[in-house]
């Protein structure tokens, strides 16, 4: 069985790596880069094209990068900043991107639940987490 190579942790290492990129991005490129990231010995584009947010964010940051290439200034003496503001521009409108989908979908949820007559006051939905205990890893009330 093949070993899983993103995961819930790894998935944001990639995308800081798609965010941080500078140059020409290629997947043979972003792969050997998330391969060195990750500790593996190797990541193929057909497995970064089973998760949709890293095929979506990676098509993003091809378009944001040939327009930022035709946008940078010719004084380069602000180059490292002009590199660092051009980073945080693209995790804003990552995180943007993101928040609308979230967005998006509680609405979906919330409609959804008043067309099933689904009472949120009576769900507790807001009711706080129950504390977590070292010694006992499961909340109160579980049994293995």
């Given at each position: 069985?093949?070993r899983?190579v993103v995961t819930?942790a790894a998935?944001?290492?990639i ?6 990129w500078e140059?020409?991005?290629?997947w043979?490129?972003f792969?050997?880069r ?6 593996v010995?190797?990541?193929s584009?057909?497995?970064m ?7 979506e ?7 944001d990068?040939r327009?930022a290439?035709?946008?940078l200034?010719r004084d380069?003496t602000l ?6 503001i ?11 991107e ?7 979908q509680?609405?979906?949820w ?7 007559n689904v009472?949120i006051?009576l769900?507790q939905?807001?009711?706080p ?8 890893p ?7």
């Amino acid at each position: 069985m093949p070993r899983i190579v993103v995961t819930k942790a790894a998935l944001p290492k990639i995308l800081r790596e798609l965010d941080r990129w500078e140059g020409k991005l290629t997947w043979p490129l972003f792969c050997a880069r998330v391969a060195l990231v990750l500790g593996v010995g190797s990541v193929s584009k057909h497995t970064m094209y089973l998760y949709p947010t890293i095929k979506e964010r990676f098509q993003q940051r091809q378009r944001d990068l040939r327009e930022a290439k035709d946008a940078l200034p010719r004084d380069f003496t602000l180059s490292g900043a002009v590199r660092r503001i051009a980073d945080l521009e693209a995790q804003v409108r990552r995180l943007e991107e993101t928040n609308t989908l979230l967005l998006d979908q509680f609405r979906r949820w919330q409609y959804n639940a008043y067309a099933n007559n689904v009472r949120i006051d009576l769900l507790q939905l807001d009711r706080p987490l129950p504390s977590l205990s070292r010694a006992n890893p499961l909340p109160r009330g579980h049994s293995r």
